[in-house]
């Protein structure tokens, strides 16, 4: 395309936190940053002036110390402000927006909502009661927890203990979750009694009952009542209701343990689909400050705004999502189907909380349009400034849909990062033009490149998603990694002392980027590397296809393409539609991008998070063992593909 989808208006990029940090950025260093180009590279070329300015003109509560950086020229090992003192806990509660902090919709089922007051009353005896079981800094909290107010407030109360807190939804199965707390051994656990989703409820006593039996390490279990407002506890050991729990303790404010930069704050997991799940560490002062940047300047929330992200507590999206609370912003938190009752429940939502950034993943806005919903003939949405996507790329059909038929004056940004840095590297501008199927943006003091195989750095190519200079988010390490083996080995063995991610990227000739699929599953035909998303791309826009997924498969000493798709109930693949099928890839991709086999299934293998495992069905295809199934939602899916005739 020759115009972009949108623009901002002058008045917009006048008024965004962007423009102010950059005009704030030139006046305090005496520099003349004239346009993001500018300011980006200012904040790679100074890193450590641009993160400490950010902390001050933020106005985080904490101290920062006197030191920027130890040890900057090293990945991993690099230390960012190692005198430092804050609470994360303390920066979200300090900044919170009058009238509403929390709103709450399980579904159409419970509506909920909390005043600043009634949060950081929760929070203190929480605290308190935290306190009272032993948990103190460094211990861990971990929750089996719906995206829903008391989650936010027993994390915010273990933060301000400095303990380290960790969660997963509660329709994970038995060994997912011990797969994961096992390795962290908490000392308390918050889990609901049952849940919602898509109108039922899933009661999860047995289960839990299932998985305190192999964590020892359990002192209390704290049972949130969600679906009976007073749950039968007596089959869950160690358990006290949520109220029970913290009735002994009066409300009053809360104290704050003040903890160092890298203290963990987070224990995140990779998704476990090649063994027992990477247990990832994040520090309080990393989490705090990306999150921070990300949110006011990439997002241009301001105090008084509505974030909504539709997220679980099982992915990093909800981290991501509840640090709003540092920007004086109202969390706009929903659990269940996204498509309960109807698939109008979070416009809906939107609407009647006036959201000012709706976040949402690549998967459900695809789901929308093949749905057949048009939210903007049915909602208002004139609230909603920004809508963000990621999760998986967002294909360029996607991008005008949204402003075809969601909004067409709104700031679609697709984003991309992950649980490996709790943040993004590529992202949204709010001050610049949105071009169809590009991600915007590199993120402020990110130094993102494209690398070819040969370490080197390229233009206008595909290559590997890498990161040259240390930023704060790194992890701090792997749980029960000593030497930093497992850490070293995940990210850094490729190119020496550069962050290697895992995903096959490129830049477009607008300055934007393009993600297609990861570089562990990129197909190499013939020697020519291929991005699955490039596939996805041109066979989701076909209305027989509801979705596909694509592998390599080993095949007469090289690799030959082999595309399943999943088709519209009914309908069956036909030599006219693998015909279609062909002919669009060829025409809109090479020759070498057209599968050798194109084979229809009932369903496709995802994580819990919603993301496609290429990988497992590539390993299903070869006979190979899918060594955790627990990470995945629905494991029977890859039946499907083992001993397939059509592959022999």
């Known amino acids: ?15 965004a936190n962007l423009t102010a940090f950059r005009t704030a950025a030139n006046a305090r260093f005496g520099l003349r940053l004239d346009d993001y180009e500018a300011l980006y590279n200012w904040t790679i070329a100074e890193k450590e002036q641009f993160w400490r300015f950010l902390w001050d003109w933020a106005g985080l509560t904490g101290d920062l110390g006197a030191v920027d950086l130890l040890d900057g020229d090293k990945m991993p090992g690099a230390r960012w402000f190692p005198e430092a003192s804050l609470s994360y806990a303390e920066n979200m509660l300090a900044a919170l927006p009058a009238g509403d902090a929390v709103v709450f919709w399980g579904e159409d089922k419970v509506k909920t909502r909390w005043s600043g007051a009634e949060l950081t009353a929760t929070v203190s005896r929480l605290q308190q009661a935290l306190k009272a079981q032993g948990v103190g800094k460094g211990d861990r909290v971990a929750a089996i927890m719906p995206n829903m107010p008391e989650t936010l407030a027993a994390m915010l109360a273990a933060a301000s203990l400095g303990a380290v807190w960790s969660s997963c939804s509660p329709d994970f199965g038995v ?43 359990v002192r209390a279990t704290v049972v949130v009542p969600y679906v009976d407002a007073a749950p039968d506890l007596s089959g869950v050991p160690n358990a006290v209701g949520f109220h029970a729990f913290m009735a002994p303790h009066p409300a009053g404010e809360p104290t704050f343990e003040r903890v160092a930069f890298d203290h963990p704050l987070f224990i995140l997991y990779s998704s476990g689909t090649t063994g027992k799940p990477k247990c990832i560490v994040h520090g309080a002062g990393g989490t705090l400050l990306q999150h921070v940047k990300e949110h006011r300047l990439h997002c241009d929330l301001k105090p008084g705004d509505r974030l909504f992200y539709f997220t679980t507590c099982g992915w990093m999206m909800w ?43 690549a998967k459900f806005i695809q789901s929308l349009e093949k749905s057949g919903l048009e939210p903007i003939k049915t909602h208002s949405l004139a609230s909603v400034r920004t809508l963000t996507s990621t999760g998986s790329p967002l294909m360029p059909e996607n991008f ?35 071009w169809v199927g590009e991600i915007q943006t590199r993120g402020l003091g990110m130094a993102v490149e494209a690398f070819d195989d040969n370490g080197h750095a390229v233009r206008g190519d595909k290559g590997e998603l890498v990161c040259t200079r240390p930023f704060p988010s790194m992890p701090i390490g792997f749980w029960a990694d000593p030497d930093g083996a497992k850490y070293r080995a995940a990210y850094f063995d490729r190119f020496p002392n550069i962050w290697v991610h895992g995903d096959f990227i490129g830049q477009t000739e607008h300055g934007g980027w393009v993600i297609y699929g990861r570089s562990d599953a990129v197909l190499n035909p013939g020697g020519v590397r291929i991005g699955t998303a490039e596939i996805y791309r041109q066979v989701e826009q076909l209305p027989e296809i509801m979705e596909a997924v694509c592998i390599g498969q080993e095949w007469d000493g090289d690799v030959r393409v082999v595309l399943f798709v999943v088709l519209r109930e009914g309908m069956t693949l036909d030599e006219a539609l693998e015909k279609a099928i062909r002919k669009r890839i060829k025409d809109n991709c090479s020759p070498r991008h057209v599968p050798a086999k194109i084979i229809q299934v009932k369903d496709i293998p995802r994580t819990r998070s919603g993301k496609i495992t290429e990988l497992a069905v590539r390993d299903a295809v070869h006979g190979r063992p899918i060594k955790n199934t627990e990470a995945l939602a629905n494991p029977m899916a890859l039946d499907e593909f083992r001993e397939r005739a059509e592959l022999g």
């Not at 395309?1 to 008024?15: G, H, I």
């Not at 909004?407 to 949105?434: E, Y």
Request: hydrophobic share 45%.
């Open 1 to 15: 395309m020759d115009t972009p989808l949108w623009r901002p208006s002058e008045e917009r990029v006048a008024n």
């Open 319 to 361: 981290n991501w999502l509840v640090t709003g609370l540092a920007s004086g912003v109202t969390l706009i938190l929903y659990d269940g189907s996204p498509f309960a009752p109807t698939g109008d429940i979070l416009f809906d939502y939107a609407d009647a909380e006036r959201v000012t950034l709706f976040g949402t993943s």
């Open 400 to 434: 005008e849909f949204v402003y075809r038929s969601i909004k067409a004056d709104v700031h679609l940004a697709s984003i991309s990062g992950g649980t490996d840095i709790m943040s993004c590297f590529v992202l949204g501008n709010p001050v610049a033009p949105v």
């Open 175 to 217: 060994q997912g979750i011990v797969d994961r707390f096992g390795q962290i051994e908490p000392k308390v656990v918050f889990a609901p009694d049952a849940y919602w989703y898509n109108g039922k409820s899933h009661d999860i006593r047995a289960k839990l009952a299932e998985v305190l039996a192999d964590l020892p390490s």
